[in-house]
């Protein structure tokens, strides 16, 4: 059965609005970060930031390739996407948390042990939504904007209470960021559950190591 006609210029102007809508929302949660911490400690935030982005290098490889194959509808595609961007999620997680007792070293910032572990969980989430939106781009590429816009506004009605209320600083910025990112995640599960009950296959990846696809274009069964 073949999926429904995306519309092209609806999709587009759903995430464009929710990315532009997103700046705000991201000014804001930045000020309440900026308005509740020390000159240190936003430091620190940043250097957070920075370490994350060198831990999720990997997490769109196999997203790039899982597009292609759900977009052909090869059976399982979208699970083992899924699942292969999850395994890699926590051997990267794990050698950061091998390597942070050397990062707190380096960087001096022992006293901020927790903050740093505490971010191993963002590089889970990250790698599980960067694989469950290459399914969406081909079946809801608007469903990624929606998300957006929830992520972003639970994010910040978030850090006000944990931030601004409970006073939590930094480490209320960062539960804030991971629970804002564990409901997009249960959206993304809920849009793609038919595409995620099919049964997985290996050999998916082995064509990914190919420079040319030798998978054939017709559905597998």
Same mark, same amino acid.
């Not at 889970?124 to 694989?131: G, P």
């Not at 006073?167 to 595409?195: P, R």
């Given at each position: 059965?073949?999926?429904?006609?995306?519309?092209?210029?609806?999709?587009?102007?759903?995430?464009?609005?929710?990315?532009?809508?997103?700046? @705000?929302?991201?000014? @804001?949660?930045?000020?309440?970060?900026?308005?509740?911490?020390?000159?240190?400690?936003?430091?620190?935030?940043?250097?957070?930031?920075?370490?994350?982005?060198?831990?999720?290098?990997?997490?769109?490889?196999?997203?790039?390739? @899982?597009?292609?194959?759900?977009?052909?509808?090869?059976?399982?595609?979208?699970?083992?996407?899924?699942?292969?961007?999850?395994?890699?999620?926590?051997?990267?997680?794990?050698?950061?948390?091998?390597?942070?007792?050397?990062?707190?070293?380096?960087?001096?910032?022992?006293?901020?042990?927790?903050?740093?572990?505490?971010?191993?969980?963002?590089?889970?989430?990250?790698?599980?939504?960067?694989?469950?939106?290459?399914?969406?781009?081909?079946?809801?590429?608007? %469903?990624?904007?929606?998300?957006?816009?929830?992520?972003?506004?639970?994010?910040?009605?978030?850090?006000?209470?944990?931030?601004?209320?409970?006073?939590?600083?930094?480490?209320?910025?960062?539960?804030?960021?991971?629970? %804002?990112?564990?409901?997009?995640? @249960?959206?993304?599960?809920?849009?793609?559950?038919?595409?995620?009950?099919?049964?997985?296959?290996?050999?998916?990846?082995?064509?990914?190591?190919?420079?040319?696809?030798?998978?054939?274009?017709?559905?597998?069964?």
């Amino acid at each position: 059965m073949g999926r429904k006609e995306i519309r092209l210029r609806y999709s587009g102007f759903i995430v464009f609005v929710s990315r532009l809508l997103s700046v @705000a929302t991201g000014l @804001a949660f930045v000020l309440m970060i900026t308005r509740s911490v020390s000159p240190k400690e936003f430091g620190i935030w940043g250097n957070i930031g920075d370490l994350l982005t060198y831990f999720i290098l990997l997490s769109s490889v196999i997203p790039f390739w @899982a597009t292609r194959f759900v977009a052909r509808e090869h059976t399982g595609s979208a699970k083992t996407g899924l699942i292969t961007n999850v395994l890699i999620s926590i051997a990267s997680a794990s050698v950061y948390l091998v390597l942070l007792p050397t990062i707190l070293s380096a960087f001096q910032v022992g006293t901020y042990a927790i903050l740093y572990a505490v971010m191993s969980i963002q590089i889970l989430e990250l790698y599980t939504i960067t694989a469950l939106e290459a399914v969406l781009q081909v079946i809801q590429p608007q %469903a990624i904007g929606y998300s957006l816009l929830i992520t972003e506004i639970c994010k910040v009605a978030l850090g006000f209470v944990l931030i601004i209320i409970l006073k939590l600083g930094l480490l209320g910025g960062i539960l804030s960021i991971i629970t %804002a990112n564990i409901i997009q995640i @249960a959206f993304y599960m809920k849009l793609t559950a038919k595409e995620l009950t099919e049964n997985m296959s290996w050999t998916y990846l082995k064509a990914v190591s190919y420079t040319h696809l030798t998978l054939p274009t017709k559905r597998i069964v």
